[in-house]
């Protein structure tokens, strides 16, 4: 782990470990159908155009891995622990897609 003016900088496995969750994350948030009637209900209950904003990966997913880094940046350990949770389940969706016949 690099240090830089008091910020911490991760390592290739640690951003790999932390992109994965937070790729996860957002898919479960803004995709996923088990949290179809939560979204729906909370983006009917908020103004203006929140329904776009939980959609974009540029947009949610930004903040999601602000949080992720966020995260990481005041419990190192205990973060990628988390992290490798969601990390380790996006891998087996992908191999899921990847292997799965049509």
């Not at 390592?11 to 996923?32: G, H, P, T």
């Not at 949290?35 to 974009?56: Q, Y």
Request: with cysteine; charged share 15%; glycine share 6%.
């Amino acid at each position: 782990m690099g240090k830089s003016e008091g910020v911490n900088v991760p390592s290739w496995y640690e951003v790999a470990l932390l992109a994965l969750a937070a790729w996860r994350i957002f898919q479960l948030v803004s995709e996923d159908d088990i949290l179809d009637r939560p979204r729906t209900w909370v983006l009917l209950k908020l103004p203006g155009k929140w329904d776009e904003f939980v959609e974009c990966p540029y947009c949610a997913g930004f903040w999601i891995t602000a949080a992720w880094w966020g995260a990481w940046q005041i419990w190192p350990y205990g973060t990628l622990i988390a992290a490798s949770l969601f990390a380790i389940h996006a891998l087996m969706i992908g191999a899921y897609k990847a292997l799965a016949p049509e």
